[in-house]
Each structure stands twice: as structure tokens, then as C-alpha cells.
């Protein structure tokens, strides 16, 4: 009611003028866009962790301060990332050996076939060293992706600084954009922006939730399957299934080749018949899928098309904004069919 007395109550010549403030701030904005374009992978990441999490952070300020929330909200996701990093990391480079004697005992095993043309190749003197190879390796890949150490930790910075921010100020942000709507509009931008921070948290927490599932589900799996090290394995996997839609998948794939070149081909079987579906299969084309089907009430089929339109297009940032987008498509339909289906509408029409 209070919106709609402070679109009425508003004169022509004051409606002109916040259309041109409006137009004011949105050059702004674009040019800001513009400018730090490079830094929009971290801000829609900040922006995306934030609305994941602004339920906690509205429950904390019931009883702290916002800022204190805010501010603890992100020391925890910054101790969090730093934990589950050591951790991953304390486990990869403590089996760095075990490793590399899968690494060279694949190599080997299809040397001579036509297998061959799709794994790395390596001299003598790497093959004598693979555990010092695959760090050297994995060295390499880090500093490509960080070509400009500085400006990588600049971006870090501003990722936990813009979360703070958007945690802090997101609510009050929103609301400031939403009265500038007429009532119709309003409705409209309201039910988007629910269904927006809904995927969003679906996408994030269902995420993360699955990456948890298959690492609690590989270790009893590489335990029976009788591997020497099954926390070696079912960490490899966990880790992948952090990358949507093909990191677990691939992982797979190399436990199968390394069981065959070593010779255990019945591990091998039993790896793609029974740990594919458990361990990704499932994962990927029903629990994901549901989970945030729940969440947005959407169909779990065209989450599933967002996900694989928008990471294999936009990269990493795209495993939010296809599905989002989707989201939004599928929700602008509904609210067109409701418009169109009113009889108020559809006499006004005629």
C-alpha cells in the first residue's frame, strides 16, 4: 500500500526527473561495467555466495549487529575454503607417490594403442620422477591460470571485501531498486528476484552438498573394490565433483584406464557399471537436478539445460548465470500466461 501512495502521489515533473537520475546512475553503472569488466567473474561469485548465504546472515542479526554478521559470515568462508584447500592438499601431496605410480602405470599400460593420442606424453626422465613431474605439472597450470600473481591476489581481496559488502548492503540495495517499480512491475521483479536468490542458493548448497555425498559414497565403494588407499580415491572424486557437470565424470574415466592398464579389469567393470551411478551418474542427472527443482520450482529438465549451456559457453561463471537465466525465462512465462489469462486483462484488451 505504501509503494503504490508513493507512485500516485508523485507529479509528472517529478517522475521526469527520477527518469533521469534513473538514466544518470545507469550510465554510471554500465561504465563501471566496463571498466572493471575483468573482475566480473569475482563479483558475480561474491554476489552469488552472498545470496547464498544472506538467510544465515538475517538469522545472525536477530541477535548481532549486521556488520558483526557480515563480517563473521565471511572470516568463516575464508577459514572454510582454507580448510577444505589444506586438507584436499595435506591428502593429494601425502600420496603424491602413490599418485604418479598411477599416473605412469596408465601411461604405460596404452602406450601402444590408440589411447595413446589422448594422454600426456612424458620422457624418461619424467617417468623417473613422476611424483616430482606431476607437481611440476601442477605448478605450471596454477601460474597459467595466475599469470599476473598481483592482480590475482587483488581479485581474491576484492571476492571476501564485495562479499562483505553484498551481505551487508544487498537487502538495503534491493529494496532502493524495487520502489522505483510501478506496482505491476513490482510484482513482476519481486517474483524474479526470488526465484533468482533461490536457484542461486539451490546451484551453490546443492553443490556442495553433492561434492560431500560422493566423497562419503566413493570410501565405502574403494574400500570393497579393495584399493590400497580408498580416502585417496574418494577425496580425487569429491574434489572433482566440485566442477560441474565433468569433473567427476573424467576422474572416473582414469580409474577405469588405470585398473585396465594395470591389468584389473574387473575393477574396471565394476568401476563403470556400479561407481558411475553411484557416484556421479545419479548425482549429476537426478539429485541435482530434483534438489534444485525443489528449490525453484521448476521443471529439473531445464535446470539441467542452464547447467550445460551456461558452463560450456561461459566458463565457470556460467554454472550460475545458465541456470538463472533459465529460472528467470521460465518465470517471466508464468507471470505472461497469469497476465494474459485474467479476465480484468483480457477485457481491458478488448
Known sequence: MTH??????????QTRENNQLLLLICAIYILCILVFWPLMTVLIWAAAIATALMPLHKHLSRTVKPSVSATFITVWVLLVILL?????????????????????????????????????????AQFSNMPGTL?????????????NVMQSLISIIIFFLSLSMLLYYGEQIGNTF?????????????KMAEISSNTIYALIIVQISAAILSFLLAIPFFFFLGVNNPVLFA???GIAMLVPLIGAQIMILFFILYFISIGETGN??????????????????????VMMGK??????????????????????????????????????YKILAEEVCDPAFRSHQV
Do not use: H
Open 84 to 124: 577444505v584447500l589444506s586438507v584436499s592438499a595435506s591428502i593429494v601431496y601425502g600420496n603424491i607417490l602413490e599418485i604418479g605410480d598411477m599416473v605412469a602405470s596408465l601411461v604405460r599400460g596404452f602406450q601402444n594403442t590408440g589411447i595413446s593420442a589422448f594422454l600426456p606424453t612424458f620422457t624418461d
Open 295 to 332: 528449490r525453484v520450482a521448476i521443471p529439473p529438465v531445464m535446470m539441467m539445460i542452464g547447467i550445460f549451456a551456461g558452463v560450456p559457453f561461459l566458463g565457470i561463471v556460467g554454472f550460475i548465470i545458465g541456470p538463472v537465466l533459465v529460472a528467470l525465462a521460465v518465470t517471466g
Open 135 to 147: 607437481v611440476q605439472l601442477l605448478v605450471q597450470s596454477l601460474l597459467s591460470l595466475t599469470s
Open 268 to 289: 574396471a567393470l565394476i568401476t563403470l557399471l556400479v561407481g558411475y551411478p553411484l557416484l556421479s551418474g545419479w548425482i549429476d542427472f537426478y539429485y541435482r537436478p
Open 4 to 13: 503504490d501512495r508513493d507512485l500516485t502521489s508523485m507529479d509528472p515533473f
Open 235 to 237: 577425496t580425487v572424486i
Open 178 to 190: 524495487m520502489r522505483l517499480f510501478s506496482p505491476k512491475l513490482f510484482c513482476a521483479v519481486e
